[in-house]
T-cell receptor
Framework: EDQVTQSPEALRLQEGESSSLNCSYT??????LFWYRQDPGKGPEFLFT???AGEEKEKERLKATLTKKESFLHITAPKPEDSATYLC???????????FGKGTRLSVIA | DAGVIQSPRHEVTEMGQEVTLRCKPI?????LFWYRQTMMRGLELLIY????????DSGMPEDRFSAKMPNASFSTLKIQPSEPRDSAVYFC?????????????FGQGTRLTVV
């Protein structure tokens, strides 16, 4: 069974304090790993797709990396507007639906 | 495109009543997913369709839940009779299979409260 575990469950940072979120996964043949951002009262919003170990993607203060067992979402010099829940999901081979982790709730304090 | 559209945004109903949630996927997408989100269990897949055909409904919790997709632009999730433990946020998402692994695009969700 495909599984995704995210840690920590919640993270509180001061503005400018860089950190990383972890996503560990087990999947029967990875087709893609996805990162989403979810704001309160809204649906998840797509951020990145990673396809193979060693790949990296960047968007503003966020950088996602991928190994064969886990992915990291690095947040550099975060701002209060980066506060959200960050969800990780995996897709196995064969156009199967995304399997999501429970997310990391990030709070960035000014 | 306006994205995935769900209605209603909020629904409060009494236990035992029938509830119907609606979804319009992004035009041209051939996959449609229904997820349920709770604090305890996170985002769980209930059912998904490919080209309007249900592919896997193993996530549907009980026979009280049913979903249909009569055409490429509309899907419903029905709960009858509803129970308090069905209270959650229900999301519809759609995706396209035409370019390998692709992200699913989510609607804003329907917050269901059963009292």
């Amino acid at each position: 069974e495909d599984q995704v575990t995210q840690s920590p469950e919640a993270l509180r940072l001061q503005e400018g304090e860089s950190s990383s979120l972890n996503c560990s996964y087990t999947v029967s043949g990875l087709r893609g790993l996805f990162w989403y951002r979810q704001d309160p009262g809204k649906g998840p919003e797509f951020l990145f797709t990673l396809y193979s170990a060693g790949e990296e993607k960047e968007k503003e203060r966020l950088k996602a990396t991928l190994t064969k067992k886990e992915s990291f979402l690095h947040i550099t010099a975060p701002k209060p507007e980066d506060s959200a829940t960050y969800l990780c999901a995996v897709q196995a081979m064969g156009n199967t639906p995304l399997v999501f982790g429970k997310g990391t709730r990030l709070s960035v304090i000014a | 495109d306006a994205g995935v559209i769900q209605s209603p945004r909020h629904e409060v109903t009494e236990m035992g009543q029938e509830v119907t949630l609606r979804c319009k996927p992004i035009s041209g997408h051939d996959y449609l997913f229904w997820y349920r989100q709770t604090m305890m269990r996170g985002l769980e897949l209930l059912i998904y369709f490919n080209n309007n055909v249900p592919i896997d409904d193993s996530g549907m919790p009980e026979d009280r839940f049913s979903a249909k997709m009569p055409n490429a632009s509309f899907s419903t999730l029905k709960i009858q009779p509803s129970e308090p433990r069905d209270s959650a946020v229900y999301f519809c998402a759609s995706s396209s299979s035409h370019r390998g692994p692709t992200e699913a695009f989510f609607g804003q969700g329907t917050r269901l409260t059963v009292v």
